[in-house]
């Protein structure tokens, strides 16, 4: 397959062609050539769209479909090609399934189902065994087998000696452990942010400190054991502040915040909507721009659409009984691009996210592998409902305006478009 790329403005700044327009040719999954103008011919697949821009592939470190045993959510299939049409060229998937992703078949079994797709699927091994923060689950064999990081989805590691084990034995291979930042003692059977907003509406609070008690502790043992700690999704101000506080002590620690905490507070809480029901819950304006501010100054090292699909029976019910989570592929490009620097978001969505997880970039350069987002950072759209392509609806962007549209990716040798 030959496809010819018109009038596209590259964006990559390891590339020498960042900031430029050109016309880019694909032949057999590769850059053949690259240039101001590229004549077509009748065997060219031909890509020319309105204010074409394109990037390295997009990454996405925290994604959840539901299969295997929660099909109903998401399948594996319809998920790789919603990612791929929100700009994806790679996801992370969370081992939050049933069974959860805790052994070497399992992550073999995930690699096989996404044999052949547009969109890479790299799984996240389970920290613990049945993510119960128990016993450590087999971390080696996992990653022999292809997962790229480990950690228990939304649970945090309770057990401040099994974090320990966990940094120092991944240490033998170069792992990644990752440590969901709260304190379930703190946080108690919280729905909300603690604040304003919980008090008005009779919710009960899960205070920042929770966030904060967690990462410290994180900190602590990273410091003691050294090694390689990921913190992902923080949403608060001061969460920003520690991590900030630990690089600069030179500890190994990255971190990363969802999309939707970037953009919503805890105000939308006033309709009771449970598509506004997130873990860790949505915060104030002031942590906004805290984590806005983030990263733009490099302290959050990623951003994520942190996926999520819960079917309509635990979703579309009393907000206190509601599962937590939201679906985010869609809307992540335009939510972000809304309120930050296109760089910041490819930034955050591609070299800094690869380098963390150890996946190769490949940079727009002639000769090197095509992989590539493609879209407009300038048009506005309102998000509807006919723009979900996931199984399962629970975004909280519905009829919200964004900023971009994504028209698909190439990769793998695959051209998606919408």
Same mark, same amino acid.
């Given at each position: ?169 991944v240490q033998n291979f170069d792992g990644l452990v990752l440590s969901f930042p709260k304190n379930n003692a703190i946080a108690g059977d919280g729905i909300a942010n ?5 008090? @008005?509406? /009779? %919710? ?5 400190? &929770?966030? $904060?008690?967690?990462?410290?502790? =994180?900190?602590? #043992? ?25 690089? @600069?002590? /030179? %500890? ?5 915040? &969802?999309? $939707?905490?970037?953009?919503?507070? =805890?105000?939308? #809480? ?25 990263? @733009?100054? /490099? ?120």
């Open positions: 397959m030959i496809t010819l790329i018109k009038n596209a403005t590259i964006i990559d700044a390891n590339s020498p062609y960042h900031n430029q327009k050109k016309d880019i040719l694909i032949s057999e999954g590769k850059l053949e050539k690259i240039a101001d103008s590229i004549p077509k011919k009748d065997h060219y697949t031909v890509l020319a769209l309105e204010n074409l821009h394109i990037s390295c592939g997009w990454f996405d470190t925290s994604v959840s479909f539901g299969e295997p045993g929660f099909e109903e959510r998401e399948t594996i299939k319809n998920g790789l090609q919603v990612a791929a049409k929100s700009g994806f060229t790679s996801i992370a998937l969370n081992a939050n399934t049933n069974p959860v992703i805790d052994s070497k078949s399992d992550v073999e079994y995930l690699i096989h189902k996404a044999f052949n797709t547009a969109t890479n699927l790299y799984p996240i091994g389970a920290l613990t065994k049945e993510s119960k923060g128990i016993e450590i689950a087999e971390l080696y064999d996992m990653q022999q087998s292809g997962a790229i990081a480990f950690g228990d989805y939304n649970k945090p590691i309770e057990n401040d000696n099994l974090m320990k084990i966990a940094l120092l034995y603690e604040g304003i907003n919980s008090t @008005k509406l /009779g %919710l009960k609070g899960i205070p920042a400190l &929770a966030e $904060h008690l967690q990462i410290a502790r =994180d900190l602590f #043992l990273l410091e003691y054991t050294g090694g390689k700690l990921h913190i992902p999704t923080i949403s608060t101000a001061k969460s920003v502040a520690l991590i900030k506080k630990a690089k @600069k002590e /030179g %500890l190994q620690v990255t971190c990363s915040v &969802a999309a $939707h905490h970037l953009v919503l507070t =805890d105000n939308e #809480l006033h309709g009771f909507d449970s598509n506004f029901k997130t873990n860790p819950p949505l915060r104030t304006k002031e942590d906004i721009k805290s984590l806005q501010k983030g990263v @733009k100054s /490099g302290d959050i090292d990623i951003i994520t659409s942190d996926h999520n699909p819960i079917d309509i029976e635990h979703k579309k019910v009393e907000f206190s009984e509601a599962k937590d989570g939201l679906i985010g592929l869609e809307s992540a490009f335009g939510a972000v691009n809304s309120v930050l620097e296109l760089e910041d978001f490819i930034s955050c969505f591609t070299t800094k996210p690869k380098k963390i997880f150890g996946i190769r970039n490949h940079s727009i350069q002639e000769g090197n592998i095509a992989d590539i987002s493609i879209f407009n950072p300038e048009v506005e759209t309102i998000f509807t409902k006919a723009d979900i392509l996931s199984n399962s609806k629970n975004s909280a962007f519905i009829n919200k305006k964004l900023k971009g549209k994504v028209y698909g990716i190439f990769s793998n040798n695959q051209l998606i478009i919408n």
